[in-house]
């Protein structure tokens, strides 16, 4: 299958810092990457679309500025968090849209903890 | 609007042996994609399996088979011959409307947590 990184795996940072998270699609060109935000024993829960070359399209309640999605290439997208706040703490997922079924092919995933 | 219920919080199943994982859809769509994927400790998500709303036959992809029964609306993902490494939660996701320009977009059901004893 389709093999999608993140990087970095886990950050730890002090309340008010920014944090940059990247995603790449390392053996395919996506030009469509979802950010996920996943709380400890729920489900994923949808934060917006990444298209490359335009502007990413945010679910309802999600905060644009406070969740910079930039889609620069058909094999990477990042989502910086702002001004990130112990609230902040989750674990970020992204995922690559596959060709054959239109399936999403995730990364492992960031673990951010926001001191 | 779109809803995925898994209503088994939790499972367990004997080594080797056959388990299944309940969900079901609502959806007002006609055309549909339904997903399972499995999420191990590690956190990363992988994609199990795959059944389109037109499909006539049920998916199958080696130890794992969707029983789609569209007139119920579920889509139950049967394991066989289970292993100590499908230990893991499992989600099954249902695609977006396409009428509202989210065909792609995935709405997962709760997850089920699956242990599997020796």
């Known amino acids: 299958g389709a093999v999608v990184s993140q990087h970095p795996s886990r950050v730890i940072c002090k309340s008010g810092t920014s944090v940059k998270i990247e995603c790449r699609s390392l053996d395919f060109q996506a030009t469509t990457m979802f950010w996920y935000r996943q709380f400890p024993k729920q489900s994923l829960m949808l934060m917006a679309t990444?298209?490359?070359?335009?502007?990413?399209?945010?679910e309802q309640g999600v905060e644009k500025d406070k969740f910079l999605i930039n889609h620069a290439s058909l094999t990477l997208s990042t989502l910086t968090v702002t001004s990130a706040h112990p609230e902040d703490s989750s674990f970020y997922i992204c995922?690559?849209?596959?060709?054959?079924?239109?399936?999403?092919?995730f990364g492992p995933g960031t673990r951010l903890t926001v001191l | 609007a779109q809803k995925i219920t898994q209503t088994q919080p939790g499972m367990f199943v004997q080594e080797k042996e056959a388990v299944t994982l309940d969900c079901t859809y609502d959806t007002s769509d006609p055309s549909y994609g339904l997903f399972w994927y499995k999420q191990p400790s590690s956190g990363e998500m992988i994609f199990l399996i795959y059944q389109g709303s037109y499909d006539q036959q049920n998916a199958t992809e080696g130890r794992y088979s969707l029983n789609f029964q569209k007139a119920r609306k579920s889509a139950n993902l049967v394991i066989s011959a289970s292993q100590l490494g499908d230990s893991a939660m499992y989600f099954c996701?249902?695609?977006?409307?396409?009428?509202?320009?989210?065909?792609?977009?995935?709405?997962f059901g709760a997850g089920t947590r699956l242990a599997v004893h020796p």
């Open positions: 995922s690559a849209l596959g060709q054959e079924y239109n399936e999403q092919f």
């Open positions: 990444s298209n490359e070359g335009s502007k990413a399209t945010y």
């Open positions: 996701a249902m695609r977006g409307p396409r009428f509202s320009g989210g065909y792609n977009k995935l709405i």
